[in-house]
C-alpha cells in the first residue's frame, strides 16, 4: 500500500467515527502487521477495487460492537441483535466509503463492495500473505482497529 | 408522476426506499415519517428498483449506490428510462466529486452523502417532495 493513501484514509476513517458515534476519537500508531496481528470477535471486510485491490476490514470485540450499536441506534442493549450488526456493517461502509472517496477525490480510481461480516478464521486465511496496514482507533465505545490490505496493481 | 396527497390518505407523498442496509432504511424511514411521506415500498437491491418504481409509481425515490448485485447508478438509469420525471435522492458513503458528478447527471435530483444529518436530509427531502413550509 502507498504511504500517500494512508493519511486521507485515516482521517476521513476518524471523522466518520466521530460523527456516527458522537465520541472523540484518538488515533494510535500506524504499523504494517501480518495477519495474526487481527484481534476481535466482530470483523466486517469491504472489498476494494480500481487503482488497488484489497480489502479494508474493521475489527473489535463484542463489548465495543454493543456500545457502538447502542450509540447508533440510541438503546441499551446487552447483546448484539441483527439490527445491531447491521448498523456495525453500515459503519464500517460509511468509514470505507468516505475513506476511498477522499483518494478518488485525489485522482484515485477505486471502488468498494457492500460490507461483509466474516468469521475471523476464514477471513485470515485469504490475507495471509498480504501486508496488511492497521491503524487503532480508540472511542469512548471501545476500540475499533481498522486494517486494509490492499495490493497496488 | 406519481400519487398525489389525495391519493394516499394523509400523507404528503409517497417514497420508495433502496439501500442494502436494514439499519439505513430504518433511519431513512423515519425521517420520511417526520416530514409526512409515507414509505410504500423498500428493497435490498437496485435489481429491484425498476419494478418497484412501476409498481408504486412514488413521489420521491432513496437509492443508496453500494449494493450487492445492482448498483444505484444503474438503478438511477434504469428508473430514469420509465419515467424522465422521477425525484430520486442518492443516499450514499461515495461521496466523491466523479460519484455526484455522474449521479445528478444520470438524473438524480439530490446526492446525500453518509454519515449525514438528519435536518438536513429532512429538508432535501421535503425540498424534492415539493413539500411547502408550514
Redesign the interface.
Known amino acids: 500500500m502507498k504511504f500517500e493513501y494512508i493519511e486521507p484514509f485515516v482521517n476521513s476513517t476518524a471523522r466518520?467515527l466521530d460523527?456516527?458515534i458522537q465520541s472523540d476519537i484518538s488515533k494510535g500508531k500506524v504499523s504494517l502487521v501480518s495477519y495474526d496481528e487481527i484481534h476481535g470477535d466482530i470483523v466486517i471486510v469491504i472489498k476494494v477495487e480500481g487503482d488497488t485491490e484489497g480489502s479494508i476490514i474493521l475489527n473489535m470485540d463484542n463489548e465495543t460492537a454493543i456500545n457502538i450499536c447502542n450509540a447508533?441506534?440510541g438503546e441499551d442493549r446487552d447483546e448484539l441483535t441483527?439490527?445491531c450488526m447491521?448498523?456495525i456493517?453500515?459503519l464500517a461502509?460509511?468509514m470505507?466509503?468516505?475513506a476511498?472517496?477522499?483518494l478518488?477525490?485525489l485522482g484515485y480510481d477505486l471502488r468498494?463492495?457492500?460490507p461483509l461480516v466474516v468469521a475471523r478464521d476464514g477471513m485470515i486465511k485469504r490475507i495471509s500473505e498480504l501486508e496488511i496496514f492497521q491503524v487503532p482507533l480508540f472511542t469512548d465505545c471501545g476500540e475499533i482497529t481498522m486494517n486494509a490490505v490492499l495490493r497496488t496493481n | 408522476m406519481g400519487p398525489s396527497a389525495a391519493d394516499s390518505n394523509s400523507a404528503h407523498f409517497t417514497s420508495i426506499v433502496i439501500d442494502?442496509?436494514?439499519?439505513?432504511r430504518?433511519n431513512i424511514k423515519k425521517i420520511i415519517a417526520s416530514v409526512g411521506g409515507e414509505v410504500v415500498g423498500e428493497a435490498k437491491d437496485g435489481k429491484d428498483a425498476a419494478e418497484m418504481y412501476s409498481q408504486h409509481n412514488p413521489d420521491l425515490v432513496i437509492l443508496d449506490i453500494?449494493?450487492?448485485i445492482v448498483d444505484g447508478l444503474e438503478a438511477l438509469a434504469n428508473i430514469m428510462e420509465i419515467d424522465k420525471d422521477a425525484k430520486v435522492i442518492i443516499v450514499?458513503?461515495?461521496?466523491?466529486?466523479?460519484?455526484i458528478k455522474e449521479a445528478l447527471a444520470k438524473g438524480a435530483k439530490q446526492f446525500v452523502?453518509?454519515?449525514f444529518n438528519a435536518d438536513h436530509v429532512s429538508m432535501i427531502i421535503k425540498s424534492v417532495a415539493g413539500i411547502e413550509e408550514a
Open positions: 466518520v460523527e456516527v447508533m441506534m441483527p439490527m447491521d448498523a456493517s453500515e461502509n460509511m470505507a466509503g468516505n476511498t472517496s477522499a478518488v477525490d468498494i463492495a457492500p | 442494502d442496509s436494514d439499519f439505513a430504518m453500494t449494493m450487492p450514499s458513503s461515495l461521496g466523491n466529486k466523479e460519484m452523502t453518509k454519515p
